[in-house]
């Protein structure tokens, strides 16, 4: 274990992960994960599809999460803070994509209890998630730990402005105000407000992440990186 390499898929995660596994910097390289901007931009086919579906009318928005319905996901408070939200915003839905797991009993629980339950839609599984982040006015994390959150950098890639909350694994990965908004969840109301009333500052800041997403996440560079990592180990054994 002592000559171990590491390869950690953010900076943020090498920073967490590192002191706790009693890990040098020196035995840990980072490779961000890629993904194809382009390719996820051509699969998002017919938007305004899916925003009838979950019935979002003229005026209103779609603001979306998505990702398996575990414990970790928080689900259960992003309902209730979105209760909140929705009180102020009837024409809003909140969308929930991604398959039953850990975290339903709660969430299901959550929606039982709220005062807007028709503000809130949940897709379960989906297979067309490019067109839900296109469809989408806004995607929201509201996860209490993450590593590389694939999703928010495919939300970068397709030009839609993404919403979070803290992470340590996404340190490096989102600042808020340059790529993104990061706000604890009980502010998401009043960070969705503010991205809402100021269009072109949102423009501005979804055009940058598009740019950091088709760069830094590319495909072929995460591609090289990860082959120099697999070099370094190689030479370390």
């Known amino acids: 274990a002592t000559h171990a390499r590491y390869h950690a898929v953010t900076r943020g995660v090498a920073e967490y992960n590192g002191p706790r596994l009693r890990v040098g910097p020196d035995r840990i390289r980072v490779g961000e994960r890629g993904r194809d901007g382009p390719a996820l931009r051509a699969a998002a086919e017919d938007p305004d599809?899916?925003?009838?579906?979950?019935?979002?009318?003229p005026g209103g928005r779609l603001i979306l999460t998505v990702g398996r319905q575990d414990n970790q996901k928080a689900?259960?408070?992003?309902?209730?803070t979105f209760d909140r939200y929705a009180a102020a915003h009837p024409g809003d839905r909140l969308v929930i994509a991604g398959r039953s797991g850990t975290g339903t009993s709660a969430l299901n629980q959550a929606l039982q209890t709220m005062e807007h339950p028709d503000s809130v839609v949940v897709l379960g599984h989906r297979d067309?998630?490019?067109?839900?982040?296109?469809?989408?006015?806004?995607?929201?994390?509201?996860?209490?730990?993450?590593?590389?959150?694939?999703?928010?950098?495919?939300?970068?890639?397709?030009?839609?402005?993404?919403?979070?909350?803290?992470?340590?694994?996404?340190?490096?990965?989102?600042?808020?105000?340059?790529?993104?908004?990061?706000?604890?969840?009980?502010?998401?109301?009043?960070?969705?407000?503010?991205?809402?009333?100021?269009?072109?500052?949102?423009?501005?800041?979804?055009?940058?992440?598009?740019?950091?997403?088709?760069?830094?996440?590319?495909?072929?560079?995460?591609?090289?990186?990860?082959?120099?990592?697999?070099?370094?180990?190689?030479?370390?054994?």
Request: charged content about 25%; proline content about 4%; some cysteine.
């Open 49 to 57: 599809r899916v925003r009838t579906e979950v019935d979002v009318g």
């Open 75 to 80: 689900h259960d408070a992003l309902v209730r």
């Open 128 to 237: 067309d998630v490019p067109t839900l982040l296109a469809a989408a006015d806004a995607v929201v994390c509201s996860s209490l730990r993450e590593g590389a959150a694939g999703v928010l950098v495919e939300a970068m890639a397709v030009g839609t402005p993404v919403v979070s909350v803290p992470l340590d694994g996404l340190r490096g990965v989102l600042v808020d105000g340059q790529n993104a908004r990061v706000a604890q969840l009980a502010k998401f109301p009043e960070t969705l407000e503010e991205l809402f009333a100021d269009p072109d500052a949102t423009r501005r800041m979804t055009t940058a992440a598009q740019q950091e997403a088709d760069e830094r996440f590319s495909v072929e560079r995460s591609a090289d990186r990860l082959a120099d990592i697999y070099r370094w180990a190689a030479d370390a054994t």
